[in-house]
């Protein structure tokens, strides 16, 4: 690792061949970026015919900085025309891109890649505007059980949090209201559930919930900056689990804790029909399976948060239930679920008609159990703690 000063580094890897340069780069002369431009040359010295550089981090680049990085990246273009350079750009920092792409339009050999707009195969479909009523209705049933919960894991008022993967902000806007927090930021990747998240808190007056659009597993927040860090229902949809905690024990302080729920959705059940409904959620588990997502995480979050280096881990269980408040809720829950698991992602999966009806039938019957007045539905949920040790 090199730093060249308080704010800004450049550090070769050379096992992805990838310059990785960070922080604030604002040199008020050439000479400031020696350093960057020193272990630039040396890694393109030293790298094969293909080498990237990594700006995701970048969150200040001032014209003196780039036409340095213009002038070597130029150069290297001319003298080695074999060479491919791929500045890879995130969405995070909305001018990185449209910067280097100017300069790859002039250099064959130069590409720019913004590595977020598809860098998880289930992306589209939590992304868009069909996960929000999943997420609205979730949230409203979990609630109930997890206000008693967090503390048991440590929450309490005037504490500074995090909510990463916030989703449709609802979650920050019950613990804005109940636990007072110092300062609350709430983090996502999906551009429509943040314009969600931000028109309800404005309705509700809430002004100071720090909405932030943000990539969850490289994220500008600083160091050790919260004594309380969420993540909710969104471990599990990352194929590299272990990349997200170790941002989210990052950011959180010694002494701090980090809480994360999952679920294990082969084991949501009901009566009457258990059979079917049964089928219907070992097969969710097997779809989200097939786009890299581990919906059975839930009964793994002890050994993820040890393997992150948390220590003082708990773990509790709880089970959402259509006894808890009105039943309708819950079922809610479920057609949302049937709409996007069934009408999108099985299609996508290219599942057959029949194998959709059969699936589509668990859905229904679970909502069945859910609003039977003899029935009983229920979706089991893992609420799991660790501590940043000191
Ligand atoms: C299943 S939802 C859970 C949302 C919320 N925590 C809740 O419980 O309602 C997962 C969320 O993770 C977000 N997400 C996925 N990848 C992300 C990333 N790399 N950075 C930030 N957010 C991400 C999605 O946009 C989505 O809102």
Redesign the pocket.
């Known amino acids: 690792m090199s730093q060249f000063s308080p704010s800004f580094s450049a550090e070769f890897d050379d096992i992805n061949q990838e310059i990785v340069l960070s922080g604030r780069i604002r040199p008020s002369s050439p000479g400031e970026m020696a350093g960057v431009v020193d272990v630039i040359r040396r890694s393109l010295d030293s790298s094969g015919n293909v080498i990237y550089l990594n700006i995701k981090r970048v969150t200040h680049l001032n014209m003196t900085a780039f036409r340095c990085l213009e002038q070597i990246l130029t150069e290297a273009c001319k003298t080695n025309i074999q060479r491919k350079i791929i500045v890879v750009a995130s969405s995070v920092i909305a001018w990185s891109a449209p910067l280097f792409q100017t300069l790859a339009s002039s250099q064959p050999n130069l590409s720019v890649e913004i590595y977020?707009s598809a860098?998880?195969p289930g992306?589209t479909f939590?992304?868009d505007e069909s996960?929000i009523p999943?997420?609205r209705t979730?949230?409203k049933m979990?609630w109930r059980h997890e206000r008693e919960i967090l503390p048991r894991h440590g929450m309490r008022n005037g504490l500074s949090i995090a909510?990463?993967?916030?989703?449709?902000g609802?979650?920050a806007t019950l613990i804005k209201r109940q636990f007072e927090p110092a300062r609350l930021v709430a983090?996502?990747?999906?551009k429509r559930?943040l314009d969600y998240a931000r028109r309800v808190a404005a309705e509700f007056g809430l002004t100071s919930i720090e909405y932030t659009y943000?990539?969850?597993?490289q994220m500008l927040l600083a160091d050790n900056q919260f004594d309380f860090v969420t993540?909710?229902?969104?471990l599990?949809?990352?194929d590299r689990p272990d990349i997200?905690l170790r941002e989210l024990f990052r950011i959180c302080k010694p002494g701090g804790r980090v809480y994360i729920?999952n679920e294990k959705n082969s084991h949501c059940l009901g009566e009457p029909h258990s059979e079917s409904i049964r089928w219907t959620y070992e097969q969710v588990a097997k779809l989200f399976s097939h786009f890299d997502m581990d919906v059975e995480m839930g009964p793994k979050s002890r050994r993820l948060l040890n393997d992150a280096g948390f220590d003082d881990i708990k773990v509790e269980s709880f089970m959402v239930t259509n006894l808890d408040g009105d039943p309708r809720d819950f079922a809610d829950v479920i057609e949302a679920w049937e709409d996007v698991y069934a009408g999108q992602m099985a299609v996508r999966r290219g599942d057959p008609p029949d194998f959709i009806r059969r699936f589509r039938q668990g859905f229904k019957d679970h909502v069945l159990a859910a609003l039977h007045p003899k029935g009983y539905a229920g979706w089991p949920i893992w609420a799991a703690s660790g501590r940043k040790p000191y």
Do not use: K, N, W
């Not at 909510?163 to 449709?168: L, S």
């Not at 943000?214 to 597993?217: F, I, L, P, Q, S």
């Open positions: 977020d860098f998880y992306q939590v992304e996960f999943i997420l979730q949230t979990t909510d990463i993967c916030c989703g449709i609802d979650f983090l996502d990747h999906s559930s943000g990539d969850a597993a993540c909710r229902h969104s599990q949809i990352f997200l729920t």
